[in-house]
Nanobody, 128 residues
Framework: EVLIVESGGGLVQAGGSLTLTCKVSGLLLRNFHIAWFRQAPGKEREGVSFFSNTDGSTNHVASVKGRFNISSGFPLATVYLQMNDLKPEDTAVYYC?????????????????????WGQGTQVTVSS
């Protein structure tokens, strides 16, 4: 069984910083991706940041590049989302998701439908 738990959400002022933590347990295959998605009220779910344990590679949606950083701690399945220079448009429920496979694909999946396991989400609110 795969269990995903997010933490670290809260209320911050625009320009502030916040770090989210994703803890994933139960992954059995040799390769996996961990991703952060977010969903604002009335908007579609959006892939934000992505991490691969195969080579430690990362990717980010254009709107957060230069502001957000995804990294791994110990154990490797603990992933952080470091958010800097937060903007009101970043306000959303942030979800951590994971997928695993024997042979990793050449690129990250950026659609929620490509991920098998999800956490319950953590609210991030950025005030102006």
């Amino acid at each position: 069984e795969v269990l995903i738990v997010e933490s670290g959400g809260g209320l911050v002022q625009a320009g502030g910083s916040l770090t989210l933590t994703c803890k994933v347990s139960g992954l059995l295959l040799r390769n996996f991706h961990i991703a952060w998605f977010r969903q604002a009220p009335g908007k579609e779910r959006e892939g934000v940041s992505f991490f691969s344990n195969t080579d430690g590679s990362t990717n980010h949606v254009a709107s957060v590049k230069g502001r957000f950083n995804i990294s791994s701690g110990f154990p490797l399945a603990t992933v952080y989302l470091q958010m800097n220079d937060l903007k009101p448009e970043d306000t959303a429920v942030y979800y951590c998701a994971a997928r695993e496979f024997l042979n990793p694909p050449p690129i990250f999946g950026v659609l929620g439908s490509q991920y098998n396991y999800w956490g319950q989400g953590t609210q991030v609110t950025v005030s102006s």
